[in-house]
């Protein structure tokens, strides 16, 4: 049984959430958000909560009740507060340039790497080593962040690379290390 999936959420101040069919929605000041609710679960609205329920008793319906309450959690997240990812590079000439939607990244290619943000995706310079990905869908926000990072990820003998704020870098020894 999923505990996650009986849990009761509260929709915020602000925000407007109606199901029509199986499409959700949910508005607010920063944007809207849809998801197309799976055929095995109900979604009930009401006194300012969200609940979902399955319709039958098969460990798909709990599988799936679970992951359709984290992600319409994750909408009203989304649309009340908005999701952010931090990213910093290190390296000795690696930087970041950001010009509107457009990311340029040194990263001691031969090449700048441009990359455009999709739609709804801010990306703001904290500066030329630091950006933040910003954004009301998590998942768009995790995946251009994962895509930033692909560009150059950390390697564990000098820590080089684009890495997330805060993550940590498993550092190895090298030759010397072998003898």
């Known amino acids: 049984m999923s505990r996650i999936g009986k849990r009761k959420l509260q ?3 602000g925000v407007e959430a109606s199901l029509n ?3 959700l929605t949910v508005k607010s000041s920063k944007g809207t958000l849809t998801l197309t609710i799976d055929p095995l679960i109900e979604v009930i609205i009401d006194n300012g909560a969200i609940e979902t329920r399955k ?6 319906a709990n599988v799936v009740q679970g992951t ?3 992600l319409i959690q994750n909408m009203l997240i989304g649309v009340s507060e908005g999701y952010q990812k931090g990213l910093e590079i290190v390296g000795v000439g690696y930087r970041f340039n950001v010009q509107g939607n457009k990311l340029t990244i040194s990263a001691g290619y031969s ?17 030329n080593t630091e950006i933040t990905v910003e954004g009301i869908d998590k998942q768009k926000v995790s995946e251009f962040a994962a895509k930033i990072r692909e560009v150059r990820s950390p390697e564990p003998y000098k820590g080089k690379g684009i890495r997330y704020k805060g ?3 498993r550092r190895k020894e090298g030759k010397k290390a072998a003898k």
Request: hydrophobic share 30%.
């Open 55 to 60: 319709k039958e008793d098969t460990p798909r």
């Open 68 to 70: 359709m309450n984290s």
């Open 167 to 169: 993550e940590h870098i």
């Open 11 to 13: 929709i915020p101040t």
């Open 21 to 23: 069919e199986q499409i």
């Open 111 to 127: 090449h700048p790497v441009v990359m455009t943000a999709p739609e709804g995706i801010n990306i703001t310079s904290v500066s």
